[in-house]
C-alpha cells in the first residue's frame, strides 16, 4: 500500500533510500537544490520552486557487482511525492490518488534491489526524481522559459506535465555516464490510461528491435506491456518559436507520444 503524502514527502523518501541503501550496500548520493542550481537543472528547478520546504532533489543510487562488470546500465525513475498540478490545478478526482504519482522511482528501485539480490553482473546506477509539484505563489507557470542541465530551453504549457519536466534533467545527467541503456519509470502520463485503462501499460523505446522484447518480457511477468511509436516526425507538435522544444502540445491528444519524444531531448 502506498503511504500518505505527510508520511512520505520528499525529506521522509530520501531517508528512506539512505536506509536501504546502507542496507545493500549501494553508495548513495543527493543532488540537493543548490547544487542542482548550480549543474544548470532549471527544468527540476521549476517543478520544485513552489515547495514549502527544501527537501527536493535527485537520488543516485549506484549498485556494483564483485568481479568485472559486463555493462553499465541506468535506471531513472519520476518520483513525485504529491502532484496537485500547479497552477494548472487537478480536479478532486485526479488529485485523489497523486501520493502515487511516485510509484515510477519505486519500481525503479525495486528493480536496483531485484538485480542486486540477484547479484546481476551490471554497473548499475539509479537516478530519482524526488520532488513535489504544488501550489503557491513561486508556482512555475504557463509560458515560462526554462533551461534544462544539457541546454535545451523549454516552453512551459501545462504544469500538471511536470514529470517530464523533473525527469529531463534526471535523464540528462544519467546520460553523461554513457550507459548502454538506460530505462525509465513513470506514471507518465494520462494519455496512455486514455489508450489502455489500467490493465496494461504503455512503453517506448527510441530502438524498434527492442519492441518484441519488451512485449514479451511483459506477458512472461503478468506485467502486459504495450509498445507505442514515438517517429520524428511528432516534433512537428512541440515546436516552439521561443525556445528549443514545448514542454506538451496546447491540444491533450497523443500527449504519451509527445512527452516520450520531448524526453527524447
Given at each position: 500500500?502506498?503511504?500518505?503524502?505527510?508520511?512520505?514527502?520528499?525529506?521522509?523518501?530520501?531517508?528512506?533510500?539512505?536506509?536501504?541503501?546502507?542496507?545493500?550496500?549501494?553508495?548513495?548520493?543527493?543532488?540537493?537544490?543548490?547544487?542542482?542550481?548550480?549543474l544548470?537543472?532549471?527544468?527540476?528547478?521549476?517543478?520544485?520552486?513552489?515547495?514549502?520546504?527544501?527537501?527536493?532533489?535527485?537520488?543516485?543510487?549506484?549498485?556494483?557487482?564483485?568481479?568485472?562488470?559486463?555493462?553499465?546500465?541506468?535506471?531513472?525513475?519520476?518520483?513525485?511525492?504529491?502532484?496537485?498540478?500547479?497552477?494548472?490545478?487537478?480536479?478532486?478526482?485526479?488529485?485523489?490518488?497523486?501520493?502515487?504519482d511516485?510509484?515510477?522511482?519505486?519500481?525503479?528501485?525495486?528493480?536496483?534491489?531485484?538485480?542486486?539480490?540477484?547479484?546481476?553482473?551490471?554497473?548499475?546506477?539509479?537516478?530519482?526524481?524526488i520532488?513535489?509539484?504544488?501550489?503557491?505563489?513561486?508556482?512555475?507557470?504557463?509560458?515560462?522559459?526554462?533551461?534544462?542541465?544539457?541546454?535545451?530551453?523549454?516552453?512551459?504549457?501545462?504544469?500538471?506535465?511536470?514529470?517530464?519536466?523533473?525527469?529531463?534533467?534526471?535523464?540528462?545527467?544519467?546520460?553523461?555516464?554513457?550507459?548502454?541503456?538506460?530505462?525509465?519509470?513513470?506514471?507518465?502520463?494520462?494519455?496512455?490510461?486514455?489508450?489502455?485503462?489500467?490493465?496494461?501499460?504503455?512503453?517506448?523505446?527510441?530502438?524498434?528491435?527492442?519492441?518484441?522484447?519488451?512485449?514479451?518480457?511483459?506477458?512472461?511477468?503478468?506485467?502486459?506491456?504495450?509498445?507505442?511509436?514515438?517517429?520524428?516526425?511528432?516534433?512537428?507538435?512541440?515546436?516552439?518559436?521561443?525556445?528549443?522544444?514545448?514542454?506538451?502540445?496546447?491540444?491533450?491528444?497523443?500527449?504519451?507520444?509527445?512527452?516520450?519524444?520531448?524526453?527524447?531531448?
Amino acid at each position: 500500500a502506498l503511504l500518505p503524502p505527510n508520511v512520505l514527502d520528499c525529506v521522509a523518501y530520501r531517508r528512506a533510500l539512505q536506509q536501504l541503501a546502507r542496507r545493500e550496500g549501494w553508495s548513495f548520493r543527493f543532488y540537493d537544490l543548490a547544487t542542482l542550481k548550480r549543474l544548470g537543472a532549471g527544468a527540476f528547478l521549476a517543478v520544485a520552486r513552489s515547495n514549502p520546504h527544501q527537501g527536493a532533489g535527485i537520488v543516485r543510487l549506484t549498485y556494483r557487482p564483485r568481479g568485472r562488470a559486463r555493462e553499465r546500465i541506468a535506471l531513472v525513475g519520476k518520483g513525485i511525492c504529491f502532484d496537485t498540478g500547479g497552477i494548472n490545478l487537478k480536479a478532486h478526482r485526479s488529485m485523489y490518488t497523486m501520493h502515487g504519482d511516485m510509484q515510477g522511482s519505486a519500481v525503479a528501485v525495486g528493480t536496483l534491489l531485484a538485480l542486486t539480490r540477484q547479484r546481476a553482473p551490471y554497473a548499475i546506477d539509479c537516478w530519482l526524481a524526488i520532488t513535489e509539484n504544488r501550489i503557491g505563489p513561486t508556482a512555475y507557470r504557463p509560458q515560462d522559459v526554462v533551461r534544462a542541465c544539457n541546454g535545451t530551453t523549454i516552453q512551459v504549457i501545462h504544469t500538471d506535465a511536470e514529470g517530464r519536466m523533473a525527469l529531463a534533467d534526471t535523464l540528462a545527467l544519467a546520460a553523461r555516464r554513457e550507459p548502454r541503456f538506460i530505462l525509465d519509470f513513470a506514471t507518465l502520463t494520462g494519455a496512455c490510461v486514455y489508450a489502455l485503462t489500467e490493465r496494461q501499460s504503455g512503453v517506448f523505446t527510441n530502438r524498434e528491435s527492442l519492441e518484441p522484447l519488451l512485449e514479451s518480457a511483459g506477458r512472461r511477468s503478468g506485467e502486459r506491456v504495450v509498445c507505442f511509436p514515438m517517429p520524428a516526425d511528432y516534433d512537428a507538435d512541440l515546436q516552439s518559436k521561443v525556445a528549443d522544444v514545448l514542454q506538451c502540445a496546447v491540444e491533450g491528444k497523443g500527449d504519451h507520444i509527445l512527452a516520450a519524444r520531448f524526453l527524447s531531448r
